[in-house]
């Protein structure tokens, strides 16, 4: 019997979220949720925590809830932190656990986009765990157990091409939010979901692997696989390639994060020949995907980049949704902003980088004023 680990689930009410509390149940968990955050559905926390019994919960679009939840992230009462939170706003509770030594499991990739560095080296110093719960990245952190980190070649992440990979280039100028948010495999939030269909979530994506895996860019490789059954792929010095497969859902990432390194029964749909029966592997069209190759570029730039990058695709995905931006003005206004960051930001910091991403905002928000005016 496994020793009680104290958990806390930070964006409870989110997909992932409610995914996770809906899992430690099924699979008997031996994980007690101690603490549950959501930014402003009180209603839902709140049904959430009833269900539990007694755990605490924060509000964190009231500021003091906020900072009440930096301290207690900060003290370091837990074993495991959930952060699920959607966004940027996810790096402080990142970075606050992680100081306090605890483990983390990050299914909020705008930490590490936006720190990587910083945050790495943190968990370093204090010996805490970065454990992804994208589910490309716990693919591969799955083919690289008891791997010798030098004998990578090459990280190949998987992308599911989105919900317009079959549209006519030529369409795609005139894709309406409601198309672009169709996905064909994968139930998500709608931020990620635009950032499918763009191909931005894999750029960030592409950044959130070098930092955790240490690997250049130059050692990793997109391709496209519709069925979103290869999660993602290493291949070794040797030629040798290790995939980690399973149906696409979210469940089998965060039940393996936060139960690493045990590995738990739960009742998911597992092996189905008809769903593996067909796999596909494709190389990428830039054509198609423009914003792919702005992930390769943030991370050869290093520095604030990645925070860059991510805050101009907020903004950008936030004024597609809202009818302000068309489609393919997605990637043209991140690549305007990321392409402007003066030479001399200072990238030493986590105040840098939040200083980045104000920056960023305001350069992306001026674009896009500019675009209708
Ligand atoms: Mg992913």
Known sequence: MSATRRLVILGATGTVGVQTLRILEQAESPLEVVALSAHDRAEELASLAGALGSVSTYLTSDLDQHDALLDFLRQGD????????????????????????????????????????????????????????????????????????????????????????????????EVSPER??????????????????????????????????????????????????????????????LAQMGPPDMAFPILYALHYPERRPAPLQGFDPALFSTLTLEEIDPERYPALALGFEAVRRGGVAGAVLNAADEVAVEAFLAGDLRFLEITELCASVLRSIPEDFPAHTMDDVLAADTWARAQAREALSALQA
């Open 78 to 173: 837990y074993e495991l932190c959930l952060n699920a939170v959607v966004g940027a706003a996810g790096l402080p509770y990142s970075e606050a656990t992680l100081a306090a030594g605890c483990d983390l499991a990050l299914a909020n990739k705008e930490s590490l986009v936006l720190a990587g560095e910083l945050l790495t080296r943190l968990a370093r110093a204090t010996g805490a765990a970065i454990l992804p719960v994208d589910s490309e990245h716990a693919a591969i952190h799955q083919c690289l157990l008891g791997a010798d980190p030098t004998a990578i070649r090459r990280l190949y992440l998987t992308a599911s091409g989105g919900a317009l990979r079959d549209l006519p280039i030529r369409e795609l100028a």
């Open 180 to 241: 672009a948010l169709d996905h064909p495999n994968w139930e998500m939030g709608p931020r990620i979901t635009i950032d499918s269909a763009t191909m931005m979530n894999k750029a960030l994506e592409v950044i959130e692997a070098c930092h955790l895996f240490h690997v250049p860019a130059e050692q990793v490789q997109v391709l496209v696989h519709r069925q979103s059954v290869i999660h993602s792929m290493v291949e070794f010095v040797d030629g040798s390639m």
